[in-house]
T-cell receptor
Framework: GAGVSQSPSNKVTEKGKDVELRCDPI?????LYWYRQSLGQGLEFLIY????????KSGLPSDRFSAERTGGSVSTLTIQRTQQEDSAVYLC??????????????FGQGTRLTVV | KQEVTQIPAALSVPEGENLVLNCSFT??????LQWFRQDPGKGLTSLLL?????REQTSGRLNASLDKSSGRSTLYIAASQPGDSATYLC??????????FGQGTRLTINP
């Protein structure tokens, strides 16, 4: 596709349920990021994948959050036993290979998660 | 720990005015700085990327500058239009290629 694609665009779930959010990065992009944007807040880093390297999970807020990236392409962010404070927009971004200095990050439209 | 600050948090100006948005960061060890635009309920659209070795970048009515040593960047918007109304975010890329974002400036251009 032409851009980063995220699905679903909206998700309403009951407290305690598990959810999976999907990100299809731009073809050929080796770096993939997940961020969270809570209402009225800035973007909070969650996790970063770069090629075949071990992911940087330092931003995951609890062990209920996990993410994987299969075949160096599609990524899934899983939230187990959702809580109301997990309600936010989850944004995915990808970056092409090349030097960190001259490569732009491109973002998807986000998944709006509402936990009721 | 890198901290990115954007001032002002909100700005409202009449159409046609030139304006400047500010971004500051505490750690000058960055690879680049990127300016994004976010419309309500939408994702982020990349506007400009300034590499750490560059001083400015221009795209149409937008001009972004970078003074890495002082930890500052500005986004200049010329001849503002109502369609420029959005939240503008700056982000720095640093070690391990993480992007660290500011809180954003919510811009309103009044017709």
């Amino acid at each position: 596709g032409a851009g980063v694609s995220q699905s679903p665009s909206n998700k309403v779930t009951e407290k305690g349920k598990d959810v999976e959010l999907r990100c299809d990065p731009i073809s050929g992009h080796t770096a993939l990021y997940w961020y969270r944007q809570s209402l009225g807040q800035g973007l909070e880093f969650l996790i970063y994948f770069q090629g075949n390297s071990a992911p940087d999970k330092s931003g995951l807020p609890s062990d209920r959050f996990s993410a994987e990236r299969t075949g160096g392409s599609v990524s899934t962010l899983t939230i187990q036993r959702t809580q109301q404070e997990d309600s936010a927009v989850y944004l995915c971004a990808s970056r092409p290979p090349g030097g960190a200095e001259n490569t732009e990050a491109f973002f998807g439209q986000g998944t709006r998660l509402t936990v009721v | 720990k890198q901290e990115v600050t954007q001032i002002p948090a909100a700005l409202s100006v009449p159409e046609g005015e030139n304006l400047v948005l500010n971004c500051s960061f505490t750690d000058s060890a960055i690879y680049n700085l990127q300016w994004f635009r976010q419309d309500p309920g939408k994702g982020l659209t990349s506007l400009l990327l300034i590499q750490s070795s560059q001083r400015e970048q221009t795209s149409g009515r937008l001009n972004a500058s970078l003074d890495k040593s002082s930890g500052r960047s500005t986004l200049y918007i010329a001849a503002s239009q109502p369609g420029d109304s959005a939240t503008y975010l700056c982000a720095v890329t640093q070690g391990a290629q993480k992007l660290v974002f500011g809180q954003g400036t919510r811009l309103t251009i009044n017709p």
